[in-house]
């Protein structure tokens, strides 16, 4: 067991083992560059004037500077925070990095207009999306993830138990299979003039959509999963006297779960893909919709923040299902 | 045998008959490989009495795991009949288990799992949890039941198969080279081991190995079968106490027929 435990835990293996130098050096170096980086963008955005008023810009200064003020801080206290501090140190060059970039971008975009409204937007130009915009994007993102939650978890289900019957059934896999790898790479939203005639709310075509995206890959992965478990495992358990059903249960379903998951994965980012898409179907609010309708009025700043939105959500839930697989597949570490 | 039985396994009443008999007769059999035929047995005339301990010694790929399956029930045979106790194998059952030379544990489960299977499958695990910790205790894995598969070394593993196979409780078994893969002196640990107990449980035993020492130190009987498609060219009965020992001067005399009757054959 702690070998599983230790296995987990190597991903934080490395920060400690950089904040060993750390506690020889009195003061972070890199720390103190970044909270440079950082006052510099402050600075360029208080100090410089915008070529057309983008809003918000005191706002980010003030972001910006207090960033740059709490990395000064902790440049000096690191070494007394086990915690925050190795995981800041890990992070320091990220930090230096994103501190210039802010302050480039500021540059070459309100300042000195380079690259000019409406293509691109200062940072501060998305910040002022956020402030404006809150409550709306708030309502979008409500919209989307129910949207996407309802298509994904009934993809993803619907796709599992197909994938199961096709990998375990022959019967089911020589009228399945042919019908699979047929649909498999008709894109989802080839479908949307068929779905407005099946469903009677768009709503529901477009959590159909979604289903299809996320829940093809499911049902290729976990039906190869299922058919290319061990034989031994299956005569394992017939000779200690199990049915069919122990043998789908708790040979073919636990064997193949490690190919499920990449079957998940595929799905995550092909149903994130579509929701966009899903949103044209008459939707009334969702991200997908916000960036549509804000592209069509050359709103390039809204759009993006609302993309920066999309690639968050996305990563987060990808982080969640990367947890879920390490809970679920532990038994596998041994095999990496 | 209520005095030397196998203490451990005894927690739970016996539910089946301790060893069977088996009767191989005229079997025959063949793989269809792309149309072709090939047969493997050839045949094959064997009877095994309840509690004795057989091996079956030929070389690499002669048939000799094929004839185990078919015992086992796993496949079966194209020509010939199988019996245990009189009644035919029609299929797999967990009174006939099937030992492979890799441990075959599942690899998502914990090995205290893995070593309840049987009795999972079949509904009993409820009511018989106490036999899994006896088996595990009689093959020395007590400490490990919450491990999984990969923390185990090899002959860590193929005790924990063993221990599978025993908590059911076997009439026959069945071991496929069992000790194959594993380091010269994890085998000699694990020979001893396996005597000791089928000694104890008194179950049939029959041993599909291509060692020739193993089969000596480990069984009553050494069947020895010829190149594919297997015949039995030849048996030795080895009528000397256990446990062995492989400098054993009537051990010695008797592997160097063995290995002459195979001499023909490599």
Known sequence: MSNVTQALDAGAV???????????????????????????????TVALPDVVPWGSSGLFAAITTAAAVAFAVLAFVVNRLPRLGAGAVHYGPW???????????????????????????????????YVTETLRLLTCIGYTLRLWSLGFASGIVVGYAVGVALGWSKRFSYWGMPILKLIGPVPATAWIPCTFFFFPTTFAASVFIVALASGIPVTILTSSGVASVNRSYYDVGRNLGAGDWYLVSRIAIPASLPHVFVGLFMGLYYSFAVLVVAE?????????????FQTAYSGYANVYATLIIMALLCAGIVKLLFVARDRLLSWQKGFI | MA?????????????????????????SHAFDLAGTQLAVLESIDLSVAAGEFVALLGP?????????????????????????????????DPSRILVFQDPTLFPWAKVWNNVATGLDARGVLAQ???????????????????????????????????????????????????????????????QAEL????????????????????????????????????????E???????????????????????LATLGHEI
């Not at chain 1, 920060?15 to 360029?44: D, E, F, H, Y």
């Not at chain 2, 005095?3 to 079997?27: C, E, K, M, Y």
């Not at chain 2, 104890?200 to 069984?219: C, R, S």
């Open chain 2, 60 to 92: 690499s790929g002669c048939g000799k795991s094929t004839l185990l399956r078919l015992v086992s029930g796993l496949d079966r045979p194209s020509v010939g009949s199988i019996t245990a106790d009189g009644l035919p194998v029609e299929g797999p």
């Open chain 1, 95 to 129: 930090l230096i990095a994103i501190g210039v970039w802010l302050a480039l971008w500021e540059l070459t975009t309100a300042k000195f207009g380079w690259l000019p409204k409406p293509f691109f937007s200062p940072p501060h130009g998305l910040l002022n999306v």
């Open chain 2, 128 to 190: 018989e949890r106490s036999r899994v910790d006896a088996a595990l205790e009689l093959v020395g894995l007590t400490g490990f039941s919450g491990a999984y598969p990969h923390q185990l070394s090899g002959g860590m593993a193929q005790r924990a198969a063993l221990a599978r196979a025993l908590v059911n409780d076997p009439a026959l078994l069945l071991l496929d080279e069992p000790l194959g893969k594993l380091d010269s002196l994890t085998r000699l640990t694990l």
């Open chain 2, 3 to 27: 005095a030397a039985g196998p203490a451990a396994l005894q927690v739970v009443p016996r539910q089946r008959a301790q060893s069977v008999a088996v009767d191989i007769r005229g079997v």
């Open chain 2, 236 to 258: 030795f009965r080895v009528e000397r106490p256990y446990p062995r020992h492989r400098d054993d001067p009537r051990l010695i005399a008797l592997r160097r027929q063995v």
């Open chain 1, 14 to 44: 490395a920060p400690s083992r950089i904040s060993l130098r750390g506690v020889q050096q009195a003061i972070w170096t890199n720390g103190l560059l970044a909270a440079a980086a950082w006052a510099a963008a402050a600075l360029v």
């Open chain 1, 280 to 292: 044209m179907l008459g939707a009334k609010y969702g991200l997908g919709w916000y960036i549509q």
């Open chain 2, 195 to 234: 005597v000791a107990l089928w000694l104890k449980a008194q179950f049939t035993a029959i041993l599909v190995t291509h060692d020739v020492e193993e089969a000596l130190l480990l069984a009553s009987r050494v069947i020895v079968l010829s190149e594919r498609p297997a015949h039995i060219k030849a």
